[in-house]
């Protein structure tokens, strides 16, 4: 059984520039949370989707932007890319029970973004 | 809005001594309790949890914590360290609606002394 699967690995871009990371999520699972981490220091929640919608946000500006597919899996965009952007960038997948309440959490193994 | 504060940013022990990390929660209710783990350029994998019930949680590797309600605590305990056990701890604390977001504290980093 697969885990939660990210891509790219690491990337690289220039200030300015936009970036699509993608995640996959675990089998079974339904909803799609984005973190960032800064180095040295612990995530940040980004947005949580389910059901093709953002359900929750966190204190991000809206350069962060992000999408569900049909079939769970999920797209984190960025647009206009500062220095500060630079981070891990973690996507997190969990199963939402009838009532839409959100179980555990399971991170992939993460997108590492450097802006130059 | 909840925090999480883990006061240790390094710990070292020696392989086979015991372990205890510290977190401190910020929360105007009982909370979801987590702690994850991250090994150098890895994400993070779930030690344990506490949602209700028992306050003491067994984890995977060896690993337990206890729910302290008085203090707004929850520390992670391992009575024998491995050198295998050096990497990042971090606590998180999951809001009780339905996107249960979480909110992790700073990390500590372990360090494993042969």
């Known amino acids: 059984d697969a885990g939660v699967t990210q891509s790219p690995t690491h990337l690289i871009k220039t200030r300015g520039q936009q970036v699509t990371l993608r995640c996959s999520p675990k089998s079974g699972h339904d909803t799609v949370s984005w973190y960032q981490q800064a180095l040295g220091q612990g995530p940040q929640f980004i947005f949580q989707?389910?059901?093709?919608?953002?359900?929750q946000r966190g204190n991000f500006p809206d350069r962060f932007s992000g999408h569900q597919f049909p079939n769970y899996s999920s797209e984190l965009n960025v647009n206009a890319l500062l220095l500060g952007d630079s981070a891990l960038y973690l996507c997190?997948?969990?199963?939402?029970?009838?009532?839409?309440?959100?179980?555990?959490?399971?991170f992939g193994p993460g997108t590492r973004l450097t802006v130059l | 809005a909840q925090s999480v504060t883990q006061p240790d940013i390094h710990i070292t022990v020696s392989e086979g001594a015991s372990l205890e990390l510290r977190c401190n929660y910020s929360y105007g209710a009982t909370p979801y309790l987590f702690w994850y783990v991250q090994s150098p350029g890895q994400g993070l994998q779930l030690l344990l949890k506490?949602?209700?019930?028992?306050?003491l949680v067994q984890g995977i590797k060896g690993f337990e914590a206890e729910f302290k309600r008085s203090q707004s605590s929850f520390n992670l305990r391992k009575p024998s360290v491995h050198w295998s056990d050096a990497a990042e701890y971090f606590c998180a604390v999951g809001e009780r609606n339905a996107g249960n977001m979480l909110t992790f504290g700073g990390g500590t980093r372990l360090m494993v002394k042969p």
């Open positions: 506490y949602f209700s019930g028992d306050t």
């Open positions: 997190a997948s969990s199963y939402s029970t009838g009532f839409g309440r959100t179980d555990t959490q399971y």
């Open positions: 989707y389910y059901e093709e919608e953002e359900r």
